[in-house]
């Protein structure tokens, strides 16, 4: 583990002093990422659901909405769609239930990180589904 070093810049009446404090050096990283809601039951076609991604973060440990910043996929577009907002809207003709996924870098400046991803599921009905 590498430790990092703060620098700060003080200027006290006139007399200009620098000082280096050691800090954790760790980055900031997404351990899980929350669905909101986790489920959501629709009944025809052409009805929308808003989710929400809460991406959880250690060092420091923090919650905070990641909705615009994630990766929205739905495993059956067909069915139901997905925009890159969260918003998700059930196709004409589909059925059943659905995975939807919204996926992040554990370390948001570096693409090379590992993948956090959050699940729900969006349960679809119309008249004329078994």
């Not at 009805?47 to 991604?53: C, E, S, T």
């Not at 923090?62 to 739905?74: K, L, Q």
């Not at 919204?102 to 008249?127: E, M, R």
């Amino acid at each position: 583990m590498r430790q990092g070093h703060l620098r700060l810049a003080l200027v006290v009446l006139g007399t200009l002093a620098v000082v280096t404090l050691p800090s954790c050096g760790f980055k900031r990283k997404l351990v899980s990422i929350t669905m909101i809601p986790s489920a959501a039951d629709i009944q025809g076609a052409d009805v929308d659901v808003q989710f929400k991604a809460i991406g959880n973060y250690i060092h420091p440990p923090d919650s905070r909405d990641i909705t615009d910043s994630v990766v929205w996929e739905s495993s059956s577009p067909q069915i139901v769609s997905i925009t890159p907002t969260g918003l998700a809207t059930s196709q004409l003709g589909g059925c059943g239930t659905i995975p939807i996924t919204a996926k992040g870098h554990s370390d948001p400046h570096d693409d090379s990180s590992g993948i956090v991803v959050g699940t729900a599921l969006v349960t679809v009905t119309q008249p004329g589904c078994p």
